[in-house]
């Protein structure tokens, strides 16, 4: 026993001299996220019964988390669950990483056979770990805040081995459910309500823990702050700082157009190219989504996209806010996330229509392959005929 015992001091010793995490410090925070269960009712595209992993992708505190817990409770499925957000697993290896899969064992009980790890891509090589899960038979879930977890790693070391689920703040429907609002009464007192929570909606936007808060500035600029850091700054090393800030808050400010990158390059003295990155890194943080311009050849399709927020409530609710208030504008976005929403997980894809710089715009244009199935034209106010002052190329 004694023997054991100095065994036991011998590897803690050396796992400290390496700057591996205690086992002790892995099991302690597992035990306290096993009670941060959180709830959330959407599971339509979650595969039970498949050997893919099931990867759910979007903004941060949009509900990723929440959302895997409900489906799993639901199914009344035994699982173990981690999130490598905690700062006490800051820096885990991918060799401590069966260390972990053991103290799951010991804490969830051997016979689990679903894993839920919250942000992995925190841990580096961590796809080599889920690879060997998966071959195992382990039913895999996955959650992230990064695009790169899907299209730079995913991709290339998954091998299409996963099923993409991507998620984002609380659509309208969802944000009434939420604060009980009636959507189904004809009374001109519920009309009247749901105006006003519209109205509401556009303004605060549907991040889920936002809605009981009283304090919704703290909250957005604290997320985009975790956004700007954790998913872009530290992960593509960015020097110039400041200059990624003043072009995230001009994205913000200016939602629904087309970014005029020579512009805001003349404005911040940086490169064309610096601007171009910054945006896609928002991108794949998703941050922001674009839009690119409908049209048969794929040069002219990269040229002008638009730029439009995960969420509305980053225009009013963040430091040095000065948003006018364009309802119009607030209402495109919203509607072009509803779209990005409806037709992420059906394959169809959104443009917008605007043949010269001269002609009228249709604003969304639903398409399945080349092949446009709807047209939307978004208007708050619809007192006056609009025309596109030209035919359509379809």
Partial sequence: MLFLQNIGVLVYLYQKQLGMIDVDVILQVLEEQRELWVRRSEEQFFEFDSQLAQVVIGVRRSGKSTLCHKVLKERGVAYAYVSFDDDRLVGMQTNELNTLLRCLYQIYGV?????FFDEIQNVEGWHIFVNRLLRSGLRVFITGSNAKLLSGELATHLTGRYNE???FPFSFAEYCAYHNIDTKSI??????IRRNAFMQYINDGGFPE???LNNKRGYMQSLLDAVLQK???QRFRIRNVDILRKTTYQLIST???CINYDELSEIFTVSDKTLRNYVDYLRQAFLVQLLPKFSF???ERIVG?????????LENNRDYSMAAENSGWRLENVIYIELLRRCSNKYLDVYYYKPTTNSKEIDFVVCNQNKPQELIQVAYDISQKHSTGRSLPW
């Fill in 210 to 212: 936002v809605q009981a």
């Fill in 255 to 257: 939602p629904c157009q």
């Fill in 111 to 115: 016979e689990i056979q679903y894993v």
């Fill in 297 to 299: 050849k794929s040069k």
């Fill in 187 to 192: 009374t001109t007192k519920a009309d009247a």
């Fill in 231 to 233: 998913d872009i700054q």
């Fill in 305 to 313: 996209e638009k730029t439009y927020l995960v969420d509305t409530g």
């Fill in 165 to 167: 689920i991507r998620l």
